[in-house]
Structure formats: structure tokens, C-alpha cells
Nanobody, 126 residues
Framework: QVQLVETGGGLVQPGGSLRLSCAAS????????MGWFRQAAGKGRDFVAT????????DYADSVKGRFTISRDNAKNTIYLQMNSLKPEDTAVYFC???????????????????WGQGTQVTVSS
């Protein structure tokens, strides 16, 4: 059974940092692009960041560019999201996802991801 499990969420003050992790089990995703999405209360799920299988290419939503960094450790079958300079508008449930389509580009669309984690809550508030 394939599972993606996110950890690292929590409550942080504006301007603070958090590091999310997403550990995969049941199969390896070392040849797959993976990504992070988020969903604020009452809103749709939005793209945050994606990373190529090697980690050599990344892509970010404009709203997080320069503040968030996505990375991966294929030996651990894990991806990370380092979030700095957090803002209240970053408050959301954060989901990791893996794409299994053999795409040559870095996917941003929800529909191009095949496996999803259960999400971890990030709350930015003073």
C-alpha cells in the first residue's frame, strides 16, 4: 500500500519558519516529480511547489517564491518544504503529492498528481 505521510506542521508566529516533511512508503518515488499543495479553510487546493526526480529542477507559486524551498532525499524517499518568513495568509493544510505520469515537465496541476498525503495543518498567527 502506497502512503505519503506529512509531518512538521504546527502553530508559528508571523515571520517564523517551519519545515515540512513527506515520507513515502510502499514504493519508491525516486524517478517521479513530487510536489506540495495547500488548502485554506473554505478554499480550493492550490499549487505551492514541485521538484524533479533528481532535485535539479524546482518550480514555485509566485506567492511563496523566495520564502519557501522544496528539496528531496531519494535515499530516504522523502521530500521537504522549508518555509521561511511565514505570513498569516500561508495558513492552510499542506499536502504532498507524487506524479506517476512520466511527464517531462514539472507539473503544477492537481490532476497530474496520482498519490496524495493526508495533509498537515500550518497556522501562522500571533
Amino acid at each position: 500500500q502506497v502512503q505519503l505521510v506529512e509531518t512538521g506542521g504546527g502553530l508559528v508566529q508571523p515571520g517564523g519558519s517551519l519545515r515540512l516533511s513527506c515520507a513515502a512508503s510502499g514504493r519508491t518515488f525516486s524517478n517521479n516529480p513530487m510536489g506540495w499543495f495547500r488548502q485554506a479553510a473554505g478554499k480550493g487546493r492550490d499549487f505551492v511547489a514541485t521538484i524533479s526526480w533528481s532535485g535539479g529542477r524546482t518550480d514555485y507559486a509566485d506567492s511563496v517564491k523566495g520564502r519557501f524551498t522544496i528539496s528531496r532525499d531519494n535515499a530516504k524517499n522523502t521530500i521537504y518544504l522549508q518555509m521561511n518568513s511565514l505570513k498569516p495568509e500561508d495558513t492552510a493544510v499542506y499536502f504532498c503529492a507524487a506524479s506517476d505520469r512520466g511527464l517531462s515537465y514539472l507539473p503544477r496541476s492537481i490532476g497530474t498528481y496520482d498519490y496524495w498525503g493526508q495533509g498537515t495543518q500550518v497556522t501562522v498567527s500571533s
